[in-house]
């Protein structure tokens, strides 16, 4: 029975992503970049500014992989073939008359299909970017996630240097202070492929790479046709309180302490006064008996 099943997985291991889901790749990317507002109108006024944004979103994971390991940032330029590619779609897209493109890319389907192809990229790349930074330190565990994670998901982080460049980068958009569920599902993609590659990880490779992807594929459709967000919120909170539960008791009683001592020490000022004035009038009255 498992037979089947092995050939399948294996089979899909071994599936190329060029053309098809690279394809849907620069497809889903560059229609983020479409999205933006005024985006439009700086391709038509600035054609140059517009490609090299559409760039850094299609190949921006590769990039940050290549500055973490010291490696050229623009050895993504050597691979002419997904470059032009890449371009082509950025032009059909921005410049195709009567908008046909973004017409066509509206329809459900076709939204649903070209993410569902784009998530399985991002499972090669974690696993391609997992295996490179092997190749430069042995059984760096730590380095590993790093540029799996990069790999995969690190486009979010170096548009945010472009959007800074232009101008219009925001701090609650930071990937690094609030990073959001395609960064967070790629992160936790990364520690299994790390862990399954040192061994870690009773698992075959083709095995967890059909398994990984099944699931984010699901998750997407699943919040694209619900048209719902999907958060690791519960996991987190409880890992949060497994590790630090004691914490916002803590705080919360510090608080309060803070704020009844200031109170109580204003209370014991004012009565000071107070009590002095009163011995004054008595000592007074006494000196008037007398």
Known sequence: MDFPWDDLALTFSHTS????????????????????????ALAWKNPISSWFTAMLHCFGGGILSCLLLAEP?????????????ASSIWYITFFCPHDLVSQGYSHLPVQLLASGMKEVTRTWKIVGGVTHANSYYKN?????????????????????????????????????????????VTLLGSIIFTFQHTQHLAISRHNLMFLYTIFIVAIKITMMTTQTSMTFAPFEDTLCRILFGWQPQFSSSEKKSEAKSPSSGTGSLASK?????????KKKHTKKNE
Do not use: C
Not at 73 to 85: E, H
Not at 148 to 168: H, P, Q
Not at 273 to 281: I, K, L, Q, R
């Open 140 to 184: 760096g565990l730590i380095v590993m996630i790093a540029i799996g994670w990069a790999r995969g998901a690190g486009g979010a982080i170096v548009t945010n240097f472009e959007r800074l460049v232009k101008g219009d980068w925001k701090p609650e958009g930071d990937e690094w202070l609030k990073m959001s569920y395609p960064s967070k």
């Open 73 to 85: 940032p623009l050895k993504f330029l050597a691979n002419n073939t997904n470059i032009l590619l």
């Open 17 to 40: 992503m060029f053309p098809f889901f690279d394809f849907a790749h620069y497809l889903v990317s560059v229609m983020a970049v479409k999205s933006q507002p005024g985006a439009v």
């Open 273 to 281: 006064p107070s009590d002095v004035a009163s011995d004054n009038v």
